[in-house]
């Protein structure tokens, strides 16, 4: 099976699982696989709660870059992974993991894809999602409050003391690097395919 990776980067709350489903829904699920760079935060286990909760989860040293490649590599070889499941309240792998098969198109989505080399250079194309910071920072606090239990306070605190800095240091430079830019507002099908399109367009013949 040849396999084509395709990076789908954006800052916090850009868009980019849901462009990435938009994409599998719009081209079949029999071909396109989700590998989400957020399944690789590093297992923080040995640390104290309040340890935990200081760590900085918007530098790029806190997620695990050579298992997220190594993985890119099983895949791109056609060999089936086990991605990590990691509890976002606890900050810890929970020891499960969810398989993740290889497919002709694996979306490879995550905040600091570009920031990392090793990951630019497996990606055969790539995608950067362009959306301004108060955009980003409504669905940020709709996703954390509703979905990881968090108070809107703490939600507060992290965007504009991690969140927006680390955004500004690695994700918007190097994502202006990308093979396509696309700006905020759009239509999610629509734009998905676009990108299916700009697919074809590097995929082995």
């Given amino acids: 099976m040849d396999v084509l990776i395709l990076g789908i980067c954006g800052g916090s709350g850009s868009g980019k699982s849901t462009l990435a489903a938009a994409l599998a829904e719009g081209v ?15 297992d923080l286990s040995h640390l104290s709660m309040a340890e935990r909760a200081g760590t900085n989860f918007d530098h790029p040293r806190s997620l695990d870059v050579e298992l997220f490649c190594d993985h890119l590599d099983a895949l791109r070889l056609g ?4 991605v990590p499941v990691y509890d976002f309240a ?4 929970t020891g499960r993991f969810v398989v993740c098969e290889p497919r002709p198109i694996v979306v490879a989505e995550g905040i600091l894809l570009l920031s990392e080399p090793t990951i630019r250079a497996r990606l055969d194309l790539c995608v950067f999602l362009d959306v301004p910071q108060e955009v980003r920072y409504e669905r940020r606090l ?8 968090r108070e809107p306070a703490d939600v ?15 994700v918007q430079p190097h994502g202006l ?10 239509d999610v099908t ?7 399109d700009a697919v074809k367009t590097v995929a082995p013949a």
């Fill in 28 to 42: 079949g699920d029999d071909d396109v696989g989700i590998l989400a760079f957020d399944a690789y935060y590093r």
């Fill in 79 to 82: 060999q089936s992974v086990g």
């Fill in 90 to 93: 606890s900050h810890r792998r």
């Fill in 142 to 149: 709709a996703r954390d409050t509703v979905e990881r239990g």
């Fill in 156 to 170: 507060y605190r992290q965007f504009h003391t991690s969140v927006v800095p680390m955004h500004d240091e690695f």
């Fill in 177 to 186: 690097t990308a093979d396509v830019v696309h700006q905020h507002p759009w």
């Fill in 190 to 196: 629509a734009l998905a395919g676009e990108v299916a």
